[in-house]
């Protein structure tokens, strides 16, 4: 059974950075694709980034995943942090390929609050 837990959350004024972790077992991240989704109040999940069991995907101004295979973990760089971008942030695993549909996500961290103050 894969297993996520995500850390690094917390409170940050607006232009800070935030390095979010999402540490995984039972399966190694270069058997899976990795995705990160947040969610506000009130509003329905959303896709952030994802990367391929290669370690790439696509880019973003603002934010950047890596990962750390020894640690069998995945990082989320989040800088230039804006007042939207508060939200609880989740990591999700798949095993046949990137979604950005939280739907199709075949397992899911328990999330990290990020509170970004204006």
């Known amino acids: 059974q894969v297993q996520l837990v995500e850390s690094g959350g917390g409170l940050v004024q607006a232009g800070g950075s935030l390095r979010l972790a999402c540490a995984v077992s039972g399966r190694t991240i270069s058997s899976l694709y990795i995705s990160w989704f947040r969610q506000a109040p009130g509003k329905e999940r959303e896709f952030v980034l994802a990367?391929?069991?290669s370690g790439r995907g696509p880019t973003d101004d603002r934010f950047t995943m890596s990962r750390d295979d020894a640690k069998n973990t995945v990082y989320l760089q989040m800088n230039s942090l804006k007042p939207e971008d508060t939200a609880v942030y989740y990591c999700?695993?798949?095993?046949?390929?990137?979604?950005?549909?939280?739907?199709?996500?075949?397992?899911w961290g328990q999330g990290t609050q990020v509170t970004v103050s204006s």
């Open positions: 990367i391929n069991r």
């Open positions: 999700g695993a798949n095993v046949g390929g990137i979604t950005t549909i939280p739907r199709r996500v075949d397992y």
